[in-house]
């Protein structure tokens, strides 16, 4: 039996991640299951797959997901601080799936107990992807990518090498207001820009890809995880979804990954590497589809990819800047503060701010790997400026 634990189970890539394990009866001793607010879904979660810890992330629903599993024998506790114990806790294979940086410390924790991180949450490496990939060397723990776009790059690459590489392709399907005319954007809702065209995931990714900036995340993540130069790493418009990415050698050839836009894909790939097994995921029947599309990114409508390039150009703490910054900006809009078009001008006029803010921590300038406390603090910084941003805006 393999010992497994799913940090963020109640969340679209969790349940997903359960929805795998729990056709396979038998095979996964289930450690620990994470979760924030929805504590009914966490606790029925643990009940039918037999977890020995639930964790809700919030403090003030540790009663009420007590309650939920009382007499089952299943550990319980809560807040963040015990999110990052079932981290700790020995497995042999761990899904990170929280959304945003609260994934950072726990993503940190498996890596330093030298696990194999199942990586969903995106924003661990681009809040901290050098720190985070020394941590994983240093440890001999494993990262399997688990955003499609990167699950594809590592498939295309198995028995290749990365000098062998010229370019990486990251396709984006253009998100709901692809073909919104560029003047009415600023009008668009939340509630607009909750709707996929093709993929069915957490609210805040699927905003993060209307606005692209789940896009521009991207090109930081496979900087980090593939050590490529930025200038490799381009975006191509895609709306089928159905290409995941390509990587481009240096003799010419391309490889395509292609495949039903379904995350179970991503995720059982990492679960059963370093095999192959049968996913219940749907056939791609190409000729049904006929053709497939692609178009380069337009940037006035896109502004986010260049935020992107400007991240890896500056290094430091951008990355944290910049990741705290999209979520601070987000959690704007969705409050309705501020406008889908002001989400980059806020994570923009945050950079420009703080790449000169005197109480960001000075890294000398051989520091290429920042400190954990270093990040974590730019993090908090970033939010802090963005949300005066805001306010500033509002006026
Ligand atoms: P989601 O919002 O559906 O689920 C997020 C999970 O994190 C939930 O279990 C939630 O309870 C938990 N969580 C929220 N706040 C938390 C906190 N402060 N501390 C601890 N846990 C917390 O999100 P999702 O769409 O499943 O995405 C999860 C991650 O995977 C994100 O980083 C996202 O970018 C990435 N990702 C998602 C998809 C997808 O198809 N949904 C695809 C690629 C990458
Ligand atoms: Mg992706």
């Known amino acids: 039996m393999r010992r497994i634990s799913v940090l963020g189970a109640t969340g679209s890539v969790g349940q997903s991640t359960l929805d795998l394990i729990a056709r396979r009866p038998g095979e996964f001793d289930v450690e620990a299951l994470t979760g924030a607010n929805n504590v009914a879904l966490l606790a029925d979660q643990a009940r039918r797959l037999g977890a020995r810890l639930a964790v809700t992330a919030c403090d003030d629903r540790y009663h ?16 963040g601080e015990a999110v990052k114990e079932a981290a ?3 497995a042999d294979w761990t899904m990170s799936a929280i959304v945003g940086a609260a994934g950072l410390v726990p993503g940190v ?8 991180l199942a990586l969903a949450n995106k924003e661990t490496l681009v809040a901290a992807g050098p720190l985070v990939m020394a941590t994983a060397r240093q440890n001999g723990a494993v990262i399997l990518p688990v955003d499609s776009e990167h699950s594809a790059i590592f498939q295309a690459l198995r028995g290749e090498s990365v ?6 392709v990251l396709t984006a399907s253009g998100g ?6 560029l003047d009415s954007l600023h009008q668009a809702t939340v509630e607009e820009a909750s709707s996929h065209p093709n993929w069915a995931m957490g609210q805040r990714i699927t905003i993060d890809s209307a606005s692209m900036f789940n896009k521009a995340l ?28 390509l990587v481009g050698f240096r003799d010419g050839a391309l490889m395509a990954h292609l495949g039903a836009p379904d995350m179970r894909h991503a995720i059982g790939f990492a679960l059963n590497y370093p095999i192959r097994e049968p996913l219940p995921v749907a056939r791609l029947d190409l000729a049904a589809v006929g053709q497939l599309t692609f178009r380069p990114p337009d940037p006035e409508r896109y502004p986010a990819l260049a935020l992107a390039r400007r991240v890896m150009e500056e290094g430091g703490l951008s990355g944290p800047v910049f ?17 889908f078009t002001d989400m980059a001008p806020v994570v923009t006029r945050t950079l420009d701010r703080m790449s000169g803010d005197s109480g960001l921590p000075r890294l000398s300038p ?10 974590l603090e730019a993090d908090r910084l970033a939010r802090l400026r963005a949300g005066e941003i805001v306010v500033g805006m509002m006026r």
């Open 64 to 79: 009420e997901l007590r309650d939920h599993l009382a007499g089952s024998g299943i550990e319980v506790a809560a807040g």
């Open 88 to 90: 700790q806790r020995p």
């Open 109 to 116: 924790e498996i890596l330093r107990r030298g696990g194999v």
């Open 163 to 168: 000098r062998d590489v010229e370019r990486l």
């Open 176 to 181: 709901a207001f692809r073909d919104w005319p």
């Open 218 to 245: 991207e090109v930081i993540e496979a900087h980090e995880l593939f050590g490529l130069p930025p200038e490799a790493i381009e975006v191509l418009i895609h709306p089928e979804s159905l290409v995941h990415a």
């Open 323 to 339: 990741n705290a910054a999209k979520e601070a900006a987000l959690d704007a809009f969705l409050a309705g503060a501020i406008g």
């Open 366 to 375: 051989d520091d290429a790997v920042p400190s954990l406390e270093d990040v």
